[in-house]
């Protein structure tokens, strides 16, 4: 089956300015009765991306594909994707968009992956730190991201349970050496002012799972867009929604 898309990013499409961004999205829904991680990793999809810096491509694949991406700024600065122009499974696509930026990726699920140095790849330099300070390693920042998504899944879901996963919105989290939400500021509304207010209220209060790894270079961008399966997604956390 081939679902045809024709997405190309723009300069402006979003500004990566933190150190990971997470993409919880998808636009392509799978075909009726199919598993829908199976469905979305073995369908063909036609692409028609030019070459672009690497984290603007990751953010239009990731929108048409539904995968799941966890990168490194630091990793991915300087980097230009290749073109990708043709009918492909989402993982052919990917491999075909990392030729010459030394990257590969790592999967963690059917439809999640974290891109890493190749072996022998010297990896972009780490960002400066203050005199003392470490920066976190990229495991530890891949481990990190499990906890942000559960709980900003659990949170969202049970602050909107009819309308997570059916909106897109991109933000930004500070937080403090507890994992406690510090600041939080949007950068791409979702159109609804109310719905904008109260994800921002609830994000001010909210506590991670976890403390965030030491020197993790901050501020965290989150970007949500809708989900094939919303109701699926939040199910685990709205049968637990008595539980702290």
């Not at 209220?201 to 993790?216: I, K, N, Q």
Request: charged fraction near 15%; glycine fraction near 8%; hydrophobic fraction near 50%.
């Amino acid at each position: 089956m081939t679902r045809p898309h024709r997405r190309t990013a723009t300069g402006n499409a979003l500004a990566l300015s933190a150190c990971l961004l997470m993409t919880l999205m998808t636009f392509v829904r799978p075909a009726a009765g199919a598993d829908a991680g199976e469905a979305g990793a073995q369908a063909s999809v036609r692409f028609d991306l030019p070459a672009q810096p690497l984290d603007a491509a990751l953010v239009v694949f990731g929108e048409m594909t539904g995968y799941s991406v966890l990168v490194s700024s630091q990793l991915a600065a300087g980097r230009m994707a290749a073109p990708v122009r043709g009918e492909y499974t989402p993982a052919e696509a990917l491999q075909r968009l990392l030729v010459g930026t030394q990257l590969g990726a790592r999967f963690s699920g059917s439809k999640a992956f974290t891109l890493l140095a190749l072996a022998g790849e010297a990896s972009a330099p780490a960002p400066a730190a203050a005199p003392g300070e470490p920066v976190a390693a990229a495991p530890a920042l891949q481990a990190y991201a499990a906890v942000l998504q559960r709980s900003l899944t659990r949170a969202l879901c049970r602050l909107h349970p009819d309308a997570f996963g059916r909106y897109r919105l991109a933000f930004q989290l500070w937080l403090d050496e507890r994992g406690k939400v510090r600041d939080v500021h949007v950068l791409e509304p979702s159109g609804v002012a109310q719905r904008d207010r109260a994800v921002l209220a609830r994000l001010r209060s909210l506590l991670m799972d976890g403390a965030p790894p030491a020197g993790l270079p901050q501020p965290l961008t989150i970007l949500l867009t809708p989900r094939p399966d919303p109701g699926a997604d939040c199910a685990p956390y709205l049968a637990l929604a008595g539980a702290p």
